[in-house]
């Protein structure tokens, strides 16, 4: 059964202009890309979207990057999505992770990582709402 995760090309990522690598290592590894779009985070939107890390000591930090500049979110299907993704990508801390991953490849710090992907299957969908409607998802292309 597919299901889906999300991706956020960060702004470091659309800063020096990797959004055509990325895609293509995702599109590569098999994901089907259901929607996307490029967007500039509000500071109330991205506070809504990384809620869950508001008592945090990072996320005033973390909303202050991710509304620096342009953003892609991107809706992903395939077999085992959000696991795959994160596989993917590697560690958070580009220093720890694995070859040939996203953030090894193109990310130089823990703060600006490149990309963001769902940690779960629950916070996949709420996480792919918040950019995205029913309508735009392609829910019947391709299958």
Known sequence: MSN?????????????????NVIGKITDAGFKIKAVRMTKLTKDSAE????????????????KYMTSGPCVPIALEKENAVEDFRLLIGATDPAKAAEGTIRKLYAESIEQNIVHGS???????KEISHFFSKKELL???PK
């Open 48 to 63: 809504g979207f990384y809620e869950v890390h508001r008592e945090r000591t990072f996320f005033n930090d973390l909303v």
């Open 139 to 141: 829910e019947n292309y």
């Open 4 to 20: 889906r995760t999300l991706a956020i090309l960060k702004p470091d990522c659309v800063k020096k202009n990797l959004i055509g």
């Open 119 to 125: 940690d779960s299957d629950e916070n996949a969908a």
